[in-house]
Antibody
Framework: EVLLVESGGGLVQPGGSLRLSCAVS????????MNWVRQAPGKGLEWVAS????????FYVDSMKGRSTISRDNAKDSLFLQMNGLGAEDTAVYYC??????????WGQGTLVIVSS | QSALTQPASVSGSPGQSITISCTGTSSDIGRYNHVSWYQQHPDKAPKLIINEVSDRPSGVPDRFSGSKSGNTASLTISGVQAEDEADYYCGSYRIGSPRWVFGGGTKLTVL
């Protein structure tokens, strides 16, 4: 069974930082592109970042460029998202997502990030 | 404002067919067949129901189907059931940035 379990969300003050983690199991992690997708309360889905299977390249939504870093540890089957300079607009549930056949085929349960003073 | 445009809501009675449209541009839906659809029930994570325009992952009922014409993709539910009441999102790979885009979501109400 494919499992993705996010952690690291919580309440953070504006301008603060947070590192999200995603532990995966049930598939060969090192063979897949991985993504972070977020969903603000009551809103739609927004792609945040993607990383190649070997970690050699990463891509970001414009609003996160320069203040976030997606990374992975293939030896530990783990995905990460380091976010800095957080603002209210970053408040959302963040999903760890596996990419397969050009689609987001497996999703974690999400971790909630709240940016507020 | 989402990159892909979907109707905010659709409704149908059990057994009826409904179609949800998803309009993009020549940079995404019009350029690639990497169009997918997701179903999201309240307080749940999204679930992939269609990928590559019209492919159904294992376990997805065959009443769900997808198609594409030009810059517009469509999801059809043939014979909608009560458990299909949910939010539906389209997604597409695109050239340039952002790499992936989603629609704003369509709320399906089963009357």
């Amino acid at each position: 069974e494919v499992l993705l379990v996010e952690s690291g969300g919580g309440l953070v003050q504006p301008g603060g930082s947070l590192r999200l983690s995603c532990a995966v199991s049930g598939f060969t992690f090192s063979r897949h592109w991985m993504n972070w997708v977020r969903q603000a309360p009551g809103k739609g889905l927004e792609w945040v970042a993607s990383i190649r299977p070997d970690g050699s390249a990463a891509f970001y939504v414009d609003s996160m460029k320069g203040r976030s870093t997606i990374s992975r540890d293939n030896a530990k089957d783990s995905l990460f998202l380091q976010m800095n300079g957080l603002g209210a607009e970053d408040t959302a549930v963040y999903y760890c997502v596996r990419d397969r056949d050009w689609a987001s085929d497996s999703w974690g349960q999400g971790t909630l990030v709240i940016v507020s003073s | 404002q989402s990159a892909l445009t979907q109707p905010a809501s659709v409704s149908g009675s059990p057994g009826q067919s409904i179609t949800i449209s998803c309009t993009g541009t020549s940079s995404d839906i019009g350029r690639y067949n990497h169009v997918s659809w997701y179903q999201q029930h309240p307080d749940k994570a999204p679930k992939l129901i269609i990928n590559e325009v019209s492919d159904r992952p294992s376990g997805v009922p065959d009443r769900f189907s997808g198609s594409k014409s030009g810059n517009t993709a469509s999801l059809t539910i043939s014979g909608v059931q009560a458990e299909d009441e949910a939010d539906y999102y389209c997604g597409s790979y695109r050239i340039g940035s952002p790499r992936w885009v989603f629609g704003g979501g369509t709320k399906l109400t089963v009357l």
